[in-house]
């Protein structure tokens, strides 16, 4: 099955909890990259993971998709295993939730393999104990805002059936999340300024880029577009900032990073002129992966 990547059109963060995790108001949107997760069933109890990306770390435990067959397995009594097969095309550590697009494409094909009969609710439970971004793929949803961690999610069916196009830039290099939330606890700390605007500024909120995508506006998108995270990502690997430049001088418009980076992705309007603009950043050399994408 399909395995999709998300992009955050909007990420604000809201405060440090107790729990070391971050209170946050997303918004996320389903995209056309996708990896592929095959399931075949085993007569004896082993979970085995095979993968065709030298990226993933060697160890099947460090692997969400493996955790998740696991985590049902341990939690239901399973007498049965799997082999997992995936084929990796979405960039790791990008912020486009491929390792929890994965767990997720996991937990709701093992839901039916095993006939555990579990809710899309119950999955989404399990899911949220693997990361924050595993609920959003098992809603099985184009968009959704994500409050709490980011695992609280409320589809947007409003938005069914509404198409946008991207061209989609992924530095190669890897971001470590923890670190660049890290970042922002320190940046708010040192100045409370930055705390007070992050959480005042009158256009920064969701329910204004809901309009924008509503009424379709690419003003009121290129406002209300947001990520709370971009300012410290851009600091600390300035790839990032190159990346959002080069779209933004090609004159692509609104341009956004996606979760804690470092991918970066650009708006536009259709097909064709994503074409166009993927040509051209293909041509700049820069040693970095370029897609075009849609909302899936
Ligand atoms: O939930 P997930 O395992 O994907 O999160 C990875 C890391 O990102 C967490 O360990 C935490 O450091 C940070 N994080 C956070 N607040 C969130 C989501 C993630 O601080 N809402």
Same mark, same amino acid.
């Given at each position: 099955m399909r395995s999709y990547a998300k992009l955050n059109l909007f990420l604000k963060v809201l405060r440090l909890r107790a729990d070391g995790y971050h209170e946050l108001d997303t918004l996320f949107e389903r995209i056309s990259l996708f990896d592929t997760v095959r399931l075949i069933p085993r007569r004896d109890t082993a979970i085995l993971l095979e993968c065709?990306?030298?990226? +993933?770390?060697?160890?099947?435990?460090?692997?969400l998709a493996y955790l998740a067959a696991r985590l049902l397995q341990d939690t239901f009594k399973v007498k049965a295993g799997v082999r997992i097969e995936i084929s990796k095309r979405i960039p790791v550590?990008?912020? +486009?939730a491929g390792g929890s697009s994965n767990a997720a494409s996991v937990l709701v094909g093992l839901n039916r393999l095993w006939r555990l009969g579990l809710s899309r609710d119950a999955l989404s439970r399990l899911g949220a104990r693997l990361g924050s971004d595993v609920p959003f793929f098992i809603h099985d949803t184009s968009f959704a805002c994500g409050r709490g961690r980011g695992e609280r999610i409320r589809r947007?069916?409003?938005?069914?059936?509404r198409r946008l196009w991207h061209v989609l830039v992924v530095p190669k290099i890897r971001v470590l999340t923890p670190d660049i939330y890290k970042g922002w606890d320190k940046l708010v700390k040192k100045d409370a300024r930055y705390r007070i605007a992050a959480l005042t500024?009158?256009?920064?909120d969701v329910k204004i880029l809901l309009l924008a995508l509503r009424k379709n506006d690419p003003g009121l998108l290129q406002q209300a577009l947001f990520n709370s995270l971009q300012e410290v990502s851009g600091s600390f690997y300035p790839q990032v900032l190159k990346a959002q430049q080069a779209l933004t001088r090609l004159g692509i418009g609104p341009v956004l990073m996606s979760g804690s980076g470092p991918a970066v992705f650009g708006i536009v309007p259709t097909r064709k002129e994503a074409a166009a603009f993927y040509a051209k950043l293909k041509d700049q050399k820069n040693n970095w992966r370029v897609y075009i994408v849609h909302t899936r």
């Amino acid at each position: 099955m399909r395995s999709y990547a998300k992009l955050n059109l909007f990420l604000k963060v809201l405060r440090l909890r107790a729990d070391g995790y971050h209170e946050l108001d997303t918004l996320f949107e389903r995209i056309s990259l996708f990896d592929t997760v095959r399931l075949i069933p085993r007569r004896d109890t082993a979970i085995l993971l095979e993968c065709d990306s030298s990226e +993933l770390p060697r160890d099947p435990s460090l692997n969400l998709a493996y955790l998740a067959a696991r985590l049902l397995q341990d939690t239901f009594k399973v007498k049965a295993g799997v082999r997992i097969e995936i084929s990796k095309r979405i960039p790791v550590g990008a912020g +486009l939730a491929g390792g929890s697009s994965n767990a997720a494409s996991v937990l709701v094909g093992l839901n039916r393999l095993w006939r555990l009969g579990l809710s899309r609710d119950a999955l989404s439970r399990l899911g949220a104990r693997l990361g924050s971004d595993v609920p959003f793929f098992i809603h099985d949803t184009s968009f959704a805002c994500g409050r709490g961690r980011g695992e609280r999610i409320r589809r947007l069916n409003s938005l069914s059936g509404r198409r946008l196009w991207h061209v989609l830039v992924v530095p190669k290099i890897r971001v470590l999340t923890p670190d660049i939330y890290k970042g922002w606890d320190k940046l708010v700390k040192k100045d409370a300024r930055y705390r007070i605007a992050a959480l005042t500024r009158p256009h920064c909120d969701v329910k204004i880029l809901l309009l924008a995508l509503r009424k379709n506006d690419p003003g009121l998108l290129q406002q209300a577009l947001f990520n709370s995270l971009q300012e410290v990502s851009g600091s600390f690997y300035p790839q990032v900032l190159k990346a959002q430049q080069a779209l933004t001088r090609l004159g692509i418009g609104p341009v956004l990073m996606s979760g804690s980076g470092p991918a970066v992705f650009g708006i536009v309007p259709t097909r064709k002129e994503a074409a166009a603009f993927y040509a051209k950043l293909k041509d700049q050399k820069n040693n970095w992966r370029v897609y075009i994408v849609h909302t899936r």
